[in-house]
């Protein structure tokens, strides 16, 4: 794709509108909640148009619900919050919508067993990457991997203190992405690396889940000397 430095042009960040595919789930509620609050329009997308209205209304603060071909077409900026287990399936049945856009992919492929958790081998290195090779015409960026869904729909909590890892190889995305993580109370985005480097952030995951169960917390990740 031609790379550009105005993706959306003439729109200020926060008149961005962002969509959830896999919205319905725990990510995407309580990432839609956390975007919700600090200014953005939100869409919730379901394989179920009804169920998402409806999950919409739950979370409240003017977020609006649709099915998942809806919510990608009417989105400027859409995150992918599925289950890897759907991932290849759910976006190449949304790659004409999606074309042109940012998409967001949050998915770590991730097994479990009686040792816990751990990351799955993915042919094409990462979801990111698998991401990228089935939106030809999308720019695909890795965030949100490491925060907890229970953190971010804690509405007891005003703030989320943690750093969002960003990845991928198209620089206005990926810097576009850090801003839209700097406007959610508590969170900073950091510039992680290009593409080829998305697997390890997506398999870090099952560390911080093995913390999780061995110290009952929702752990998460601090970067120290970046400023
Ligand atoms: N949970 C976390 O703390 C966390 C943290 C970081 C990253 N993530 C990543 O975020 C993604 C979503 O996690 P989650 O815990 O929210 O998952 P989830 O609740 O199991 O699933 C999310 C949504 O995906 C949709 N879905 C389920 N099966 C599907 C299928 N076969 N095809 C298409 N859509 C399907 C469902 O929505 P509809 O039925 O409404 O379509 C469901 O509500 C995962 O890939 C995970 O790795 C999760």
Known sequence: MTETTELYPGKELKALTVGIIGGTGAQGTGLGY???KAGFKVIIGSRDGAKA???AAEIGNGIT???NTECAAKSDLVIIAVPWDSHKESLTSLKNELAGKVVIDCVNPMGFD????????VAEGSACAQAQGILAESYVVTAFNHVSAVLLSDQSLAEIDIDIMV???HKPATDLVQQMVDQIAGMRGIYAGKMRNA?????LTANLISMNRRYKTHAGVRVIGVN
């Open 167 to 169: 990845v991928g190889d």
């Open 65 to 67: 619900g649709a099915d």
């Open 53 to 55: 209205v409806s999950t």
């Open 114 to 121: 009686a040792g816990g958790a751990f990351p799955l081998a």
């Open 199 to 203: 697997g390890q952030v997506e398999a």
């Open 34 to 36: 956390r975007l919700a």
